[in-house]
């Protein structure tokens, strides 16, 4: 069953994708990977995932120029202008700025779901289900909506919620706040408290509301388009963010709105999730052996390993004895061999080092 035909979509596609280096590069990264040797990427899983239930007309991929052409080609369906190719990087909240100013211009009575490219979703069904709540609440409430899910684990690489008053409506809470990557033992405590909820980065809104919320915070580019050409078409609008898009700031929309805006709810969430941006965040989502390796779509002969996360090329067998707690990736020019503990700072580090002394041909 389809929802509202007021109900719209925007999946966020144009991260680099470093904190999966070296298998995620900067010309192609991991959203448009076949990670998992399912058959599909992780941006066409999304998509997939969305139009099942949405009009495919009503979603929208935001991406960077860079990689427009990986986009057309992964989802030749995707109308023409439901692509909305940014001319330079920034994070989440000038995407999500751009996306709800083109919606609310072509329906101003619009709901609009925030969703990432890089997530797994075990329970598809329940994921619908939470959805179309969710969009049933903003479309009847000036708010703005994060979907939550129950911590299985005290994940210090994730953002947390904390449920405040009950809403009266599903499992709907009031935020109390917002806390992002807490250290081990917090992330211990907010577990164990059951008041904490992982944030998993998808939010939903009506675009009324959203606008007034990104107004706010953040520069007033798209008004001025508005006061200038209020009759603009959507080639006018795209050639406008070009020219003006990097007067905003470098800013997620977690934290230069959310986490700053009065209105801001939570759903309690069922539908099985996982970030699989970080090498951690893969091992811990993942299927363990025996052993505690995960091994992603890769020929390997082990011995006397545990606790490790494995991720070969295709025709490339791996013979490893003796490691416990390591990330062996391999793709290209580039092997990586390091512990998994704090993986996401060590990836960052070593992904910064190369570029400087080996240049961008490894990054």
Not at 5 to 19: E, P, Q, S
Not at 54 to 67: A, F, G, K, R, S
Not at 189 to 210: D, K, P, Q
Request: aromatic letters at 12%; hydrophobic letters at 35%.
């Amino acid at each position: 069953m389809m929802t509202s035909n007021n109900d719209y979509c925007v999946i966020l596609a144009g991260g680099k994708g470093r904190r999966l280096w070296p298998c995620s590069r900067e010309s192609y990264p991991k959203q448009f990977i076949d990670f998992f040797g399912t058959g599909k990427t992780q941006l066409q899983q999304t998509y997939e995932r969305m139009t099942k239930f949405m009009n495919p007309d009503h979603v929208l991929v935001n991406t960077n120029i860079e990689y427009a052409d990986l986009v057309r080609q992964q989802l030749p369906d995707l109308a023409e202008n439901n692509l909305m190719a940014e001319p330079i990087h920034r994070n989440t909240a000038p995407s999500v700025a751009w996306v709800a100013h083109r919606v609310a211009h072509r329906n101003p009575y619009a709901n609009l779901v925030v969703v990432p490219s890089d997530q797994v979703i075990l329970d598809a069904e329940q994921f619908e289900r939470d959805l179309k709540e969710g969009l049933e609440f903003v479309a009847n409430n000036n708010c703005l909506l994060t979907m939550g899910v129950k911590p299985t684990r005290p994940e210090p690489g994730y953002g947390y919620i904390q449920l405040g008053d009950y809403s009266h409506f599903d499992d709907i809470f009031k935020v109390q706040s917002f806390i992002e990557k807490p250290d081990r033992e917090f992330a211990k405590a907010f577990m164990e408290s059951g008041e904490w909820f992982w944030n998993t980065g998808i939010f939903l809104s009506n675009v009324h509301y959203l606008g007034i919320c990104l107004y706010k915070f953040l520069p007033s580019v798209l008004r001025n388009l508005d006061k200038v050409n209020p009759d603009f078409t959507e080639e006018e609008e795209s050639e406008y963010v070009k020219e003006h898009f990097p007067s905003y700031p470098n800013i997620s929309i977690d934290y230069g709105v959310l986490e700053k805006s009065e209105n801001v709810y939570v759903k309690k969430c069922t539908f099985g999730w996982a970030d699989v941006g970080t090498w951690h965040g893969i091992y811990e989502a993942m299927q363990k052996s025996d052993d505690d390796n995960v091994v992603i779509n890769s020929d390997v002969l082990l011995e006397d390993c545990h606790n490790n996360v494995i991720k070969m090329p295709s025709g490339k067998l791996a013979v490893l004895n003796g490691l416990d707690g390591y990330i062996v990736a391999e793709k290209d020019n580039v092997l990586l061999v390091c512990k998994k503990e704090d993986s996401s700072a060590l990836v960052k580090k070593y992904v910064n080092e190369v570029l400087i002394k080996k240049g961008e041909g490894y990054v």
